[in-house]
Structure formats: C-alpha cells, structure tokens
Antibody, heavy 118, light 108 residues
Framework: QVQLVQSGAEVQKPGASVKVSCKTSGYTFTDNYMHWVRQAPGQGLEWMGWINPNSGGTKYAQKFQGRVTMTRDTSISTAYVELSRLRSDDTAVYYC???????????WGQGTLVTVSS | SYVLTQAPSVSVAPGQTAVFTCGGNNIGSKRVHWYQQKPGQAPVLVVYDDSDRPSGIPERFSGSNSGNTATLSISRVEAGDEADYYCQVWDSSSDNYVFGTGTKVTVL
C-alpha cells in the first residue's frame, strides 16, 4: 500500500532553516508529483508547491518564493522541503501529499510539526 | 489569486443531513475535491471531481458543483463525521492549488 512517512518534529530559531523529509513506498516514486501543504495551529490548509520527482522541476506558491526549496532523492524515494529565514508565523504542521493522476491529493504523510521559537 | 470561501461551522444532529458549501468565482468550471480532517490527523480525500468517491468512502458522502458554488452533503450523519472539511481546486490560470477556508462540522 502507498505510504508517506515524514521526519520528526523540529524546533528552530527565527532566521534559521528547516528541512523536512517525506519517504515514500508502495508505488513508483517518479510517477506522481509530490505536493507540500502546511497548517498553522488552529488554521486551515495552505498549499506551498510541488515537485516533479521525475525531472526535479518545481512550482512554488508565490508567498513562499525565495524561501522554499523542494528537492528529491530518487534513489531512496524521498522528497524534501526546506524553508529558510524562518519566522514565528512559520510554526505549523507540514504535510507532504501525493498528487494522483486526477489532480487530487490522494495520499498524505502524517505531518511534521515545525516550531519556530527563540 | 483564486479564493474559495466556506462557512466556518455547521452543526447537525445525528441522523440528519449536513450540507456545506464552497464558493468561488465560476467554480462550476473547475473540478472540486473535498477533504476531511479529524483533530490531530492528516486530511483524507472524501470526494473528488465534484461528486466521485474514493474507494472506502461511504455513499453517505456526495457532492455537486455548479455556477459559483460547490456543495458537499453528508446524509445520516454519525458522530464519527465530526471533523473539518476543506474544498480544493486547481486554478489553471495561476497553476496554483487552492484550498477553501474550511468548515468545522459539529455533531450535536
């Protein structure tokens, strides 16, 4: 079965960077785009962007342009999101989510809590 | 940028039907997907392409989409349906994926 397993919780200081991983199994990693979505405490879902694991091509939401980098390692079927110049309002749960052929996010990771605090 | 608007909350008695909407400019021309999120859990797809259900999702969940409003209905509501529900579309003009603001469903 399809599984997306994310790395553990992180605590970072303002101005630092954080990198979250999403290890996949149960399907061919390069067949599906991987999206990243975050959710601040008590807030809604916010789309961050996607990576094409086959080509490495990316698309970022304008809000995160210049601060976010999405990468992948096809040898271990893992996607990454890195957010730099962290601020307190980046405190959120970060999810990876697989895009199905029908443009739905059909499988999600369990989420990674990133806390930004001095 | 494209905006999807949802009512913040809906309350419904067990056994009744919950209906909540997702408003967007000419949303009827887009494919709408709905996700259920229970506290402390990742979202789960419950309806895709306006009205289709993934395998394992009960027939009690149904959707429609026309004009400026998409609708998700849950018939014969159960306590286990209590969750936040988000609509989502792909906006082709910006190539962005957009989520609605979410509706919290409370089962009385």
């Amino acid at each position: 079965q399809v599984q997306l397993v994310q790395s553990g919780a992180e605590v970072q200081k303002p101005g630092a960077s954080v990198k979250v991983s999403c290890k996949t199994s149960g399907y061919t990693f390069t067949d599906n785009y991987m999206h990243w979505v975050r959710q601040a405490p008590g807030q809604g879902l916010e789309w961050m962007g996607w990576i094409n694991p086959n080509s490495g091509g990316t698309k970022y939401a304008q809000k995160f342009q210049g601060r976010v980098t999405m990468t992948r390692d096809t040898s271990i079927s893992t996607a990454y999101v890195e957010l730099s110049r962290l601020r307190s309002d980046d405190t959120a749960v970060y999810y990876c989510a697989r895009l199905s052929s029908g443009r739905t996010l059909d499988h999600w990771g369990q989420g990674t809590l990133v806390t930004v605090s001095s | 940028s494209y905006v999807l608007t949802q009512a913040p909350s809906v309350s419904v008695a067990p056994g009744q039907t919950a209906v909540f909407t997702c408003g967007g400019n000419n949303i009827g021309s887009k494919r709408v997907h709905w996700y259920q999120q229970k506290p402390g859990q990742a979202p789960v797809l419950v309806v895709y392409d306006d009205s289709d259900r993934p395998s394992g999702i009960p027939e009690r969940f149904s959707g429609s989409n026309s004009g400026n409003t998409a609708t998700l209905s849950i018939s014969r509501v159960e306590a286990g349906d209590e969750a936040d529900y988000y609509c989502q579309v792909w906006d082709s003009s910006s190539d962005n994926y957009v989520f609605g603001t979410g509706t919290k469903v409370t089962v009385l």
